[in-house]
């Protein structure tokens, strides 16, 4: 069984469009992440949530919204896609005490290709 | 800016040989982890070193941390071809609840 799963695992998609990126773990972790790694390999946290509050925004675009309808999910809606935001997109997953005990566990992304 | 930086940015070696990759960071943390992220694939925690502690093994894994220079280490010893990969060092610093990775190192290893 897959801990942390994420789909699509590829997304191409024209300019302007919205898209939604969905995660799930199966592992009981209370806290969960959106990390965005871009063409030089850098991995940029962008969300995390703690038993479905959001305890971690960082500067991202407010086109960027995640939903967490319950601890084991946080999905990631993009709205008037850009051709910057081409990335991988990661989903991770942390038990309570998140990065202070524990590491975290990934999904396997999703690529976004914004043509 | 980023936290965490490693060294070198790329590195090819012999399968067999022992491999070394360096992370710098700047600010206290409480420690200090790990990944492996093989092509096209999530990152895999590797292993977690707390700022008191200074080694920590795990099979073929050896990782040190001197808190005084703000660097790890990460050894890989007897390189296998599978453990070709980029290797990331991610930091949880303060309060800030959060891991801040660096930008990784690039391990190949020839047959």
């Known amino acids: 069984d897959t801990a942390v799963s994420q789909t699509p695992k590829y997304l191409v998609t024209q300019m302007g469009n919205d898209k939604s990126i969905k995660c799930e773990q199966n592992?009981?972790?209370?806290?969960m992440y959106w990390y965005k790694q871009d063409s030089k390999k850098f991995l940029k946290i962008m969300f995390s949530?703690?038993?479905?509050?959001?305890?971690i925004n960082e500067t991202v675009p407010n086109r960027f919204s995640p939903k967490s309808p319950d601890k084991a999910h946080l999905n990631l809606h993009i709205n008037s896609l850009e051709l910057g935001d081409s990335a991988v997109y990661f989903c991770?997953?942390?038990?309570?005490?998140?990065?202070?005990?524990?590491?975290?566990?990934f999904g396997s992304g999703t690529r976004l290709t914004v043509v | 800016s980023q936290q965490g930086e490693e060294d070198p940015q790329a590195l090819s070696i012999q399968e067999g040989e022992n491999a070394t990759m360096n992370c710098s960071y700047k600010t206290s943390i409480n420690n200090l982890q790990w990944y492996r992220q093989n092509s096209g694939r999530g990152l895999v925690h590797l292993i977690l070193i707390r700022s008191n502690e200074r080694e920590k093994h795990s099979g073929r894994l050896r990782v040190t941390l001197d808190t005084s220079k703000k660097s790890s280490s990460l050894l890989i010893t007897a390189s296998r071809a599978a453990d070709t990969a980029s290797y990331f060092c991610a930091t949880d610093y303060g309060g800030a609840q959060k891991l801040v990775f660096g930008q990784g190192t690039r391990l190949t290893i020839n047959p």
């Open positions: 592992l009981g972790h209370d806290t």
């Open positions: 991770a997953s942390s038990p309570r005490g998140g990065s202070r005990t524990d590491g975290y566990t």
């Open positions: 949530y703690n038993n479905k509050e959001l305890i």
